[in-house]
């Protein structure tokens, strides 16, 4: 089976930004596109740290979700 990874990236890369956009409508919070695309990007990008290693990977998943704690423990 052969995997095209800009087709990968760019799939992954939508979906996290129309994910970004949807939650932005839910919870009726102002966010700019500027941020929708980088977190959008940033999605996109996790997936090419899967396919170097597992480990760095989990570590990845482990900082980001820290990281958005700590955002969100932040505003509230």
């Not at 929708?36 to 170097?52: D, H, N, S, T, Y």
Request: charged share 15%.
């Amino acid at each position: 089976m052969t995997v095209y990874l800009d087709l990968l990236f760019l799939f992954n890369f939508f979906v996290n930004a129309f994910f970004l956009y949807i939650l932005e409508l839910i919870y009726r919070e102002r966010a700019s596109r500027l941020r929708i695309v980088a977190g959008g990007f940033a999605g996109g990008l996790l997936v090419f740290v899967f396919l170097l290693d597992y480990f760095v990977y989990f570590l990845c998943k482990l900082a980001g979700g820290l990281l958005i704690a700590g955002i969100g423990l932040k505003k509230g």
